[in-house]
């Protein structure tokens, strides 16, 4: 049977550990929001210029009747 020291210590020890993973988890998720923050003006102006590209081409080449 384990002592009430030892049951503290493991108890300790895996809070710890369990701490030290949560605070890593939550520096890598700020680190995907910011990564995919910056993604997010490229994709709007990819997103107008696609807007703008259609546009052209309907005039260049009429939409084929289906």
Do not use: F, H
Not at 20 to 32: G, V, Y
Not at 40 to 59: F, R, S, T, Y
Request: proline share 5%; charged share 35%; with cysteine.
């Amino acid at each position: 049977m384990a002592t009430p020291q030892e049951l503290y210590d493991e108890t300790k020890t895996r809070l710890d550990l369990n701490m030290a993973k949560a605070q890593m988890l939550e520096r890598e998720i700020q680190e995907k929001v910011a990564e995919k923050n910056q993604l997010m003006q490229p994709i709007i102006e990819d997103q107008g210029a696609l807007k703008q590209l259609e546009k052209l081409c309907d005039v260049v080449q009429p939409v084929e009747s289906k």
